[in-house]
């Protein structure tokens, strides 16, 4: 159940508490909604069913200012913080909270979230307005080290029919830079990355202090040919800098392919897949970090798996993870304008899952549970 400020170090009790009470008191009935489900068993849920639809001021840039973000339609409070608008002038072409009809929402009815990648440069023809290019949120209580130690971030999503260049009929050309995913540790607020004493000891930009912080990991979106589409891995730490006398997000892995996560064949069959990510960042300068990814099928059958452990994903500030942004910028084939490129890189997504324990298999049981037969087209006796 999603708590505003809400230290997930010290949320047993309440859990507990949560667990105790509906077990005595509700079911799971028809009427409960598929939130209500999912916030019985996890501690941050976002199905955007219960959003009130909505789209963001397009002024350019990001935007903090809680009066401009999405909103629940009881009000009440969810961690969506910030979103970033294309900087175009261009006033929204529709809600980007919405129903967005059967293709492109999630069990083929109630809301999804449209993403709308940030092209630079700008491509002639682009659409614009259909979405955020980045879309984000805070799960701390306002201390750089509160948030998740091991963090599993779950969520459907589907690409629209054009993001991607094709090379032959079921083959991808390369695409430059197509930012996924980020997740972000030590922020005190969503666009404040540590204490302030911590913040005067990093380089003195916006991504070292306010977007991407010290030590935190980017997915990108890669294609290659034979209908590869995977996630591909920057991570960073803190690194000294002489220059400054200041430390530097500095990416020490860089391009790692996991081409065992293959997305390609739901793009070509138009279908959703769910990616369930997760990151333990370890313990302070030590070499025992982890990354998981796991790709699930419409039934919640695992079609992708990787791992690697042994690894420092902390360095100088023992910090926790707490902010996650979906999307950014989206570049050409030669990291330009290239007419080869789509003209919409649009894509969805639906049932955002945050805890620190694996998602998957849970949140396909409890949909089976609930609603049967059919999801988005799944004959669940198959």
């Known amino acids: 159940m999603w708590r505003q400020r809400g230290s997930y170090g010290t949320r047993i009790p309440v859990f507990l508490f949560a667990l ?17 489900v999912l916030e019985r068993e996890f501690e941050v849920v976002e199905t955007f069913d219960e959003l009130k639809n909505w789209s963001g001021k397009y002024h350019g840039g990001y935007d903090y200012n809680q009066a401009n973000q999405a909103k629940r339609t009881d009000n009440a409070p969810i961690p969506w913080e910030y979103f ?58 306002g201390s750089p080290a509160s948030g998740f130690k091991k963090i599993h971030i779950f969520f459907m999503v589907k690409f629209g029919s054009n993001a991607f260049i094709l090379d032959g009929a079921e083959s991808f050309e390369w695409v430059g830079v197509f930012k996924f995913l980020h997740i972000g540790s030590g922020f005190r607020e969503a666009h404040q990355w540590g ?15 306010y977007i991407y912080g010290q030590n935190g990991t980017l997915f990108n979106m890669a294609t290659e040919a034979g209908g590869l589409l995977f996630p591909k891995e920057e991570s960073a730490l803190s690194e000294y800098q002489t220059g400054c006398d200041c430390y530097r997000y500095a990416p020490y892995i860089k391009n790692r392919r996991w081409r065992e996560n293959n997305g390609g064949p739901f793009y070509f069959r138009n279908e ?15 070499a025992d970090g982890k ?12 079609i992708g798996y990787s791992e690697v452990g042994g690894e420092i994903r902390k360095e100088r500030y023992d910090h926790r993870y707490n902010k996650i942004s979906w999307g950014g910028n989206r570049l050409g084939t030669a990291y330009a304008e290239d007419d080869a490129d789509p003209n919409d890189s649009r894509y969805y997504i639906d049932d955002i899952v945050i805890s620190g324990n694996r998602v998957g ?18 004959d669940w006796a198959d």
């Open 20 to 36: 105790i009470f509906f077990g005595l008191f509700s079911t799971a009935s028809a009427q409960e909604s598929w939130q209500a």
């Open 272 to 286: 959703w897949v769910a990616m369930e990510y997760m990151l333990d960042i370890g313990t302070l300068g030590n």
């Open 84 to 141: 970033y608008a294309d900087n175009s002038g261009v006033a929204p072409a529709a809600d980007w909270i919405a129903d967005h009809g059967p293709e492109y929402t999630w069990k083929g009815k109630g809301k999804s979230l449209c993403l709308n990648p940030i092209r630079v440069p700008k491509k002639t023809g682009f659409p614009l307005g259909y979405g955020p290019g980045k879309f984000g949120m805070y799960v701390g209580n």
């Open 361 to 378: 298999p849970k949140y396909f049981a409890l949909l089976k549970e609930r609603i049967s037969p059919k999801v988005s087209g799944v």
């Open 195 to 209: 204490t302030e004493a911590e913040q005067q000891t990093v380089y003195n930009n916006a991504q070292n202090r």
């Open 291 to 302: 990354l998981e990814i796991w790709y699930y099928d419409r039934t919640g059958n695992v």
